[in-house]
């Protein structure tokens, strides 16, 4: 069956890091994977989107890399701040009508002052 | 603004009283869609809709209805709530031939 996989532990970093979380997908080709930022008891807030035929996107302090080989997506935030403290969750999609999205499970990330 | 609204943000009930929890959204997309979230268990999608009566189950439709009426409206009715329907619902959008998806600011449903 399709499995998506990220950090399960919470990710602790200092300020001024890069943080890195990371999504890995079994049993999946997909067509994009998509980025999201959760903070606790809201929703969803779209980031970034990178296709399968894309190795790399940015924008701002935000860099998104996919290697359909080894089925795996980094997620980067440079210079990181106590702001971006939140659950960073991965979406793969597929082409199809729905455009249905595969979601992971979410990364915690703290990054402490 | 464009956004993304849902109504009761919060909603504790009691077994099978019918509830119905709204979504409207202001920035005229065709696609919406219903995702319940739980602990471990990340967002399912309940049912989605690609416009205006047009409805399609997702992953965990039981137990669930909906209807897609006008194009800013996709309510989900639960007719006979049950403790195990006790989540953090979202409603989604997505405009035509995007792929990214935006999100209500949630309800929680409390089923005892």
């Known amino acids: ?113 | 603004e464009a956004q993304v609204t849902q109504n009761p943000r919060y909603l504790i009930t009691v077994t099978g009283k019918k509830l119905t929890v709204t979504c409207s959204q202001n920035m005229n997309h065709e696609y919406m869609s219903w995702y319940r979230q739980d602990p471990g268990l990340g967002l399912r999608q309940i049912y989605y809709s690609m416009n205006v009566e047009v409805t399609d189950k997702g992953d965990v439709p039981e137990g669930y209805k909906v209807s897609r009426k006008e194009k800013r409206n996709f309510p989900l009715i639960l007719e006979s709530p049950s403790p195990n329907q006790t989540s953090l619902y979202f409603c989604a959008t997505r405009g035509q031939g995007r792929d990214e998806q935006y999100f209500g600011p949630g309800t929680r449903l409390t089923v005892t």
């Open chain 1, 1 to 113: 069956s399709q499995k998506i996989e990220q950090n399960s532990e919470a990710l602790n970093i200092q300020e001024g890091k890069t943080a890195t979380l990371t999504c890995n997908y079994t049993n999946y080709s997909p067509a994009y994977l998509q980025w999201y930022r959760q903070d606790p008891g809201r929703g969803p807030v779209f980031l970034l989107l990178i296709r399968e035929n894309e190795k790399e996107k940015r924008k701002e302090r935000l860099k998104v890399t996919f290697d359909t080989t080894l089925k795996q997506s980094l997620f980067h935030i440079t210079a990181s701040q106590p702001a971006d403290s939140a659950t960073y969750l991965c979406a793969l999609g597929h082409a199809g009508n729905n455009r249905k999205l595969i979601w992971g499970l979410g990364t915690s990330l703290a990054v402490n002052p």
